[in-house]
């Protein structure tokens, strides 16, 4: 258990790095939680608790139905 919270805390860092570089842009729709799933070799679970992170933060919105995309700067 204990790389699980490891895992969704570093998926959200490196999410919210590369929306505060800009690599990814405001509006930008970020991969599914299937692809994302994928690509960092974790379970979905860790994704979505990742995505409630970045929401918290409000880097994120989601768009129910469509994805989530990068929060437009306030």
């Known amino acids: 258990m204990p790389t699980e919270r490891v895992d969704y805390r570093r998926i959200a860092n490196d999410i919210a790095e ?6 990814l842009a405001p509006g930008t729709k970020l991969p599914s939680t299937r692809e994302l799933a994928e690509q960092y070799g974790v ?5 979505n608790r990742s995505m409630s992170i970045l929401k918290d933060r409000e880097l994120v919105e989601g768009h129910p139905g469509k994805g989530v995309y990068v929060a437009e700067p306030e």
């Open 43 to 47: 379970h979905i679970s860790t994704v």
């Open 18 to 23: 590369k929306i505060k570089s800009g690599e």
